[in-house]
């Protein structure tokens, strides 16, 4: 399978929580420049058929690998007592209804939701930007995909999943109170830390290109004026 050895053995829970806590690092690493928020996002790893690890809830800064939550994919319970993101649903739901992906990541953007909100969805087209183009190909439709609901809900989990399925690449996240709570992408390469590394990207450049749009927006209606 795509998502990782199906053995069950400890080296892959070993091999699937250090992924994730690097790609966490990582990811705080990344937040200045990139004008990502790490702190409310989450991220998961497929460890079999039966198993993920989940960042915890929480601020996940200096996470290690006792803060690492162990889940049981079916029922979407704590294996190890740790009380997992509570965006665990919609994790657990990708991992049952895509076999084949490995890893997910869910993180807050400053650019793409404020773009999305004032030009809706086909605003974000990768095929202007080679790095995007590159990890979520081009054009809104095939590759972009807007899930409403409400944060943490079976709902959410459900629209997002149903995205992915229908071959979205990055999915953003809209509230019933008409906010944006972030965008998730996913990946199935087989290595884990491809894995993590390759929806991270994806997330990254999403905010790349949207930051790029809004200054070209913000440039062009202040030249009309």
Do not use: W
């Not at 690092?25 to 990344?30: E, I, K, M």
């Amino acid at each position: 399978m795509a998502g990782g050895t199906d053995t069950g053995t400890g080296t892959d829970l070993k091999s699937a929580t250090s992924a994730l806590i690097k790609a966490v690092r990582y990811a705080y690493s990344l937040q200045s420049f990139f004008c990502i928020d790490t702190r409310m996002g989450n991220a998961f790893v497929r460890v079999d058929s039966k198993t993920a690890v989940i960042t915890p809830s929480g601020d996940k800064y200096g996470m290690g690998i006792k803060d690492v939550s162990v889940i049981d994919i079916k029922s979407g319970e704590s294996k190890n007592g740790i009380k997992p993101s509570s965006e665990t649903p919609m994790h657990t739901e990708l991992l049952r209804r895509m076999p084949d992906v490995t890893a997910g990541i869910h993180m807050h953007g400053r650019f793409a939701p404020p773009l999305v909100k004032a030009m809706g969805i086909g605003s974000l087209d990768a095929s202007d930007f080679a790095e995007a183009d590159y990890y979520v190909g081009g054009g809104a439709s095939a590759r972009f995909a807007l899930a409403m609901g409400k944060s943490g809900s079976q709902d959410l989990a459900d629209k997002v999943a149903s995205e992915f399925r229908r071959g979205a690449q990055v999915v953003i996240i809209g509230g019933a109170d008409g906010e944006y709570h972030g965008s998730v992408a996913t990946s199935s390469r087989a290595r884990r830390d491809e894995a993590l590394m390759e929806a991270l990207h994806r997330l990254v450049d999403l905010e790349y290109m949207a930051q790029i749009k809004l200054i070209e927006l913000y440039l062009t209606k202040g030249l009309e004026r």
